[in-house]
């Protein structure tokens, strides 16, 4: 018997019975449009509680229904026991998965506890606790560790319910909620080694711990530098005010940078896969902090691809800094809109001269790619202003010849965030909300049959239908642009460009949960072979040995 399960569901459980049209709501992320990507927090409670000598596994049934048509969830509850099992709500698209799991959890393993977690848990735990009584409990919080562990103590018959921090529970016939944890300045205790979590999963389950269904051709890890925002952007249910009111963080707290090259060591100590920094460092020390790390990294030798996302267009001496962190260096920013009116009223205070002053500054510095995200469906944002982005950015590519500029554009889907300042306040951002309180959410994923469909919200200014329009459109013509100025391969483009004009033709029929709509795949990350980047060789025998036996067992 194991301590802990930590199931990541699908974003809607039954998708593999129903067809659906998907579209572009997951095109500039790794994982599938059922979300199979598990939360970073994953990783973080299963290392904490390995090391201190629980038994604890990660199972990610979004990835492996994508993975294995055979594969049945419920058949493979059957096969385990643990004490408690975990249940990931990070984001709202996973309100029917959530909890469905839960509910099978709950038929299959009786009295055993099932607990939700994550932003969207800890934003609903009442109505969790109200309306589904197959949830036990809910951890409220962002570093739920220690609650975790004292919650398998309190199973074991060690402690109160009364003493863990964060938890979520019914006591005759009420709901309670505990106190949060106040959030320490510093995360180092949480620091992971992936190198370890990487050869434990070899040893106990490789394929439940797959991060996301396309990781074995398309791998990536990723490290997280802090927690909370200074920001509250409008539709983000991770910004400031969010943390403050739903997971009770009044402030920023951060790994410490030799702690943070030491987790991309650990990734590093088994394979050359590329590795994304989670999080602004301009927010945690700026050039001082990526100074630091980037030494820890070049003197360790590091020596695989490496992204820096920022929030606001970065200073030229941080870039200086961070050019050196490894050969290939990517850089990611998201100004939303090239109207820099919606910009700034959408969060991203910087005007269209600071970005291009970026843009400038890097292109010089010789950074391997500079990521350009864009969205349609912000507020305020009519259709003409959304098609007016291939203009802009043309503009952009006529003034630096040969440039590793790239530019990606999605819709905002499936939802607005959940305490988020559209969310809480919907007419002052210019939208009307379809759904409010989780079951509204359930409801809505349930009953959809396409993503515009599934939008949680109706924006005054542009219609839902002329958002996807909208997007179709602009994701054509970015693709010829980047075409004809040799950003991206001619043959990926006509072939993506063939995705959406199928897409638009057949209404998405032809689609599956495979496919990117506007982005393809070999744009947004490198298309590499996890086989081929692993340190030793024998270490990806023994996965190819593990899935073989799945498919047999399956």
């Known amino acids: 018997?194991?301590?802990?399960?930590?199931?990541?569901?699908?974003?809607?459980?039954?998708?593999?019975?129903?067809?659906?049209?998907?579209?572009?709501?997951?095109?500039?992320?790794?994982?599938?449009?059922?979300?199979?990507?598990?939360?970073?927090?994953?990783?973080?409670?299963?290392?904490?509680?390995?090391?201190?000598?629980?038994?604890?596994?990660?199972?990610?049934?979004?990835?492996?229904?994508?993975?294995?048509?055979?594969?049945?969830?419920?058949?493979?509850?059957r096969g385990i026991d643990a004490k408690l099992y975990g249940v990931d709500l990070h984001w709202l698209p996973h309100a029917h998965g959530a909890l469905e799991v839960a509910k099978i959890l709950k038929k299959i393993k009786g009295e055993v506890p099932v607990v939700l977690g994550g932003l969207s848990a800890s934003i609903f735990w009442a109505e969790i606790l109200t309306k589904y009584d197959f949830v036990d409990y809910v951890l409220v919080?962002?570093?739920?560790?220690?609650?975790?562990?004292?919650?398998?103590?309190?199973?074991?018959?060690?402690?109160?319910?009364e003493d863990i921090e964060g938890l979520a529970y019914r006591e005759e016939g009420k709901v309670k909620l505990n106190p949060p944890r106040k959030p320490e300045p510093l995360l180092n205790e949480y620091k992971i080694d992936f190198n370890y979590l990487f050869k434990y999963a070899l040893t106990d389950d490789p394929l439940s711990f797959t991060p996301f269904s396309s990781f074995m051709n398309n791998p990536i890890g990723a490290v997280l530098v802090f927690k909370g925002c200074l920001y509250s952007c409008a539709t983000c249910g991770g910004g400031r005010?969010?943390?403050?009111?739903?997971?009770?963080?009044?402030?920023?707290?951060?790994?410490?940078?030799?702690?943070?090259?030491?987790?991309?060591?650990?990734?590093?100590?088994?394979?050359?896969?590329?590795?994304f920094v989670i999080g602004d460092l301009q927010l945690v020390g700026g050039e001082k902090y990526a100074e630091a790390l980037v030494k820890e990294l070049r003197e360790n030798g590091f020596d695989a691809p490496i992204y820096f996302e920022f929030f606001y267009p970065p200073p030229h001496g941080l870039l200086e800094k961070i050019i050196k962190a490894s050969h290939t260096v990517y850089l990611q920013l998201s100004p939303e809109t090239q109207d820099e009116f919606l910009r700034i009223k959408?969060?991203?205070?910087?005007?269209?001269?600071?970005?291009?002053k970026f843009i400038e500054r890097a292109h010089k510095l010789g950074f391997s790619r500079i990521d350009l995200y864009f969205m349609h469906g912000i507020p305020f944002q009519t259709m003409d202003v959304a098609l007016k982005l291939p203009r802009y950015v043309e503009n952009l590519y006529g003034q630096y010849k040969n440039s590793r500029i790239d530019v990606f554009v999605s819709p905002l889907a499936p939802f607005i965030d959940p305490g988020s300042p559209a969310f809480k306040y919907p007419f002052l951002y210019g939208y009307k909300l379809k759904a409010k309180t989780l079951s509204e959410h359930v409801d809505l994923i349930s009953r959809s049959r396409t993503w515009v469909e599934m939008l949680n919200y109706e924006s005054y200014y542009m219609s839902n239908t002329e958002l996807a329009i909208a997007t179709a459109k602009t994701g054509l013509e970015l693709l010829k642009i980047k075409a004809r100025y040799g950003i991206i391969d001619e043959d990926i483009a006509r072939k993506q460009i063939e995705v959406i004009e199928n897409y638009l033709e057949?209404?998405?029929?032809?689609i599956g949960v495979d496919k990117k709509?506007?982005?393809?795949?070999?744009?947004?990350?490198?298309?590499?072979?996890?086989?081929?980047?692993?340190?030793?060789?024998?270490?990806?025998?023994?996965?190819?040995?593990?899935?073989?036996?799945?498919?047999?067992?399956?």
């Open 241 to 275: 005010n969010t943390y403050m009111e739903y997971l009770g963080r009044d402030r920023v707290s951060f790994k410490t940078p030799d702690v943070v090259a030491d987790e991309i060591l650990s990734i590093n100590s088994w394979s050359r896969i590329p590795v």
């Open 141 to 161: 919080g962002d570093t739920t560790e220690k609650s975790i562990e004292k919650l398998i103590m309190y199973i074991e018959g060690k402690g109160r319910l």
């Open 346 to 356: 959408f969060g991203r205070q910087y005007n269209n001269t600071m970005l291009e």
């Open 517 to 554: 709509i506007v982005v393809p795949f070999e744009e947004l990350y490198e298309t590499l072979d996890l086989g081929k980047l692993l340190r030793n060789p024998d270490e990806i025998s023994k996965i190819l040995i593990n899935i073989t036996r799945f498919g047999e067992n399956n």
């Open 1 to 77: 018997m194991i301590d802990l399960l930590l199931v990541h569901p699908p974003s809607y459980y039954y998708f593999r019975e129903e067809k659906r049209v998907y579209g572009p709501i997951a095109d500039v992320v790794p994982s599938s449009p059922v979300y199979d990507m598990y939360p970073y927090g994953f990783f973080s409670i299963t290392y904490y509680l390995l090391k201190k000598g629980y038994k604890a596994r990660i199972h990610n049934a979004a990835a492996l229904m994508v993975l294995d048509e055979s594969y049945r969830f419920e058949d493979y509850l």
């Open 506 to 510: 057949s209404h998405g029929e032809t």
